[in-house]
Nanobody
Framework: VQLQASGGGLVQAGGSLRLSCAAS????????MGWFRQAPGKEREFVAG????????YYADSVKGRFTISRDNAKNTVYLQMTSLKPEDTAVYCC??????????????????WGQGTQVTVSS
């Protein structure tokens, strides 16, 4: 599966953005999906993940209550709605797919396909 993330940009603190990740292929619903981010000089970190059917979502503590992950299997797309953005949310955000569709893994090793990143910059 090929993944294409979009929707990043520059936003003021307190603002919102919605990221999208479009997947190619007909088996999108076979994958659990995740969003990760990487800030300069830091390791890639888990942000949110969702199972194949969209019924279960999990979040990093740092974004819980502010970010929402969702998916539309009919459109082969996973979304990350980000609200109340903070400067520390500034990073390159990547989407990823896991063949282990019933498990949401918070580790990069749990994902098998990665999209290119989209830059999110939050100004103070």
């Amino acid at each position: 599966v090929q993944l294409q993330a979009s929707g990043g940009g520059l936003v003021q603190a307190g603002g919102s953005l919605r990221l999208s990740c479009a997947a190619s292929g007909r088996t999108f619903s076979s994958y659990a999906m995740g969003w990760f981010r990487q800030a300069p000089g830091k390791e890639r970190e888990f942000v949110a993940g969702i199972r194949w059917n969209g019924n279960n979502a999990y979040y990093a503590d740092s974004v819980k209550g502010r970010f929402t992950i969702s998916r539309d299997n009919a459109k082969n797309t996973v979304y990350l709605q980000m609200t109340s953005l903070k400067p520390e949310d500034t990073a390159v955000y990547c989407c990823a797919a896991s063949i282990w569709s019933t498990v949401v893994n918070a580790d990069v090793s749990g994902y098998h396909y990665w999209g290119q990143g989209t830059q999110v910059t939050v100004s103070s």
